[in-house]
């Protein structure tokens, strides 16, 4: 399968934890982007990746939230010492060379904060 | 700043009849609009796009769109719907001026074709 890989896919973590969510885009595109999703909402845009350039952050990006991509490949997304208001599905998807083009999701990560 | 609205939180239509997903949206500039799918369990999946030109557009599964520029709409629909179409259906808009890649999702609304 040549998609969009997300992984884990389940994270139950215990407040005040640090987690990492790993995000696989397709190889050819060079626009990478992270979105959360909570239920009943369609996905709010968090940050993207022109290669390994990060050009655009939400202000949803609080200082705990940093993500990186460092070749220009796979991207990280760490949320440091978790909130319960963290919980939400992170998603990840990919396109080529600008969003105006298709962009492909992958299949998320739900992150469950206790 | 950029924002998309999807008045209806469910649309129940009887299989083989038309069917009608409303979006209007809100830019400071000229749009370009997109609808996405998810079906239970998967990610979003593109269905089609308005970047400009033609204010039809066709899309994946026998689905199409109407770019409405008086309205601020971009209703997607369907002629004969099937039990198949059943999924969470997003409307989405960019802004075209700016440079900016950030694109704003509505809440989503629910499909539901009944047999």
């Known amino acids: 399968d040549t998609g969009v890989s997300q992984d884990p896919r389940h994270k139950i973590t215990k407040r005040g934890q640090n987690v990492t969510f790993r995000c696989d885009p397709i190889?050819?595109?060079?626009?990478l982007y992270w979105y959360r999703q909570t239920l009943g909402q369609g996905p709010e845009f968090l940050t993207y990746f022109q290669n390994e350039a990060q050009l655009e952050k939400s202000r949803l990006l609080s200082d705990r939230f940093s993500a990186e991509r460092p070749k220009g490949s796979f991207s990280t997304l760490e949320i440091q010492r978790t909130e319960q208001g963290d919980s939400a599905m992170y998603l990840c998807?990919?396109?080529?060379?600008?969003?105006?083009?298709?962009?492909?999701f992958g299949p998320g990560t739900r992150l469950t904060v206790l | 700043a950029q924002s998309v609205a999807q008045p209806e939180d469910q649309v129940n239509v009887a299989e083989g009849n038309p069917l009608t997903v409303k979006c209007t949206y809100s830019?400071?500039?000229?749009?370009?609009l997109f609808w996405y799918v998810q079906y239970p369990n998967r990610g979003l999946q593109f269905l089609l796009k308005y970047i400009t030109g033609d204010n039809l557009v066709k899309g994946s599964y026998g689905f199409e769109a109407e770019f409405n520029k008086s309205q601020t709409s971009f209703h997607l629909k369907k002629p004969s719907a099937l039990v198949s179409d059943s999924a969470l259906y997003f409307c989405?808009?960019?802004?075209?001026?700016?440079?900016?890649?950030?694109?704003?999702f509505g809440t989503g609304t629910k499909l539901q074709v009944i047999p």
């Open positions: 989405a808009v960019r802004d075209a001026s700016g440079g900016y890649q950030k694109v704003t």
């Open positions: 190889s050819e595109h060079n626009r």
């Open positions: 830019v400071s500039g000229n749009p370009y």
């Open positions: 998807a990919s396109s080529f060379r600008d969003s105006i083009n298709e962009q492909f």
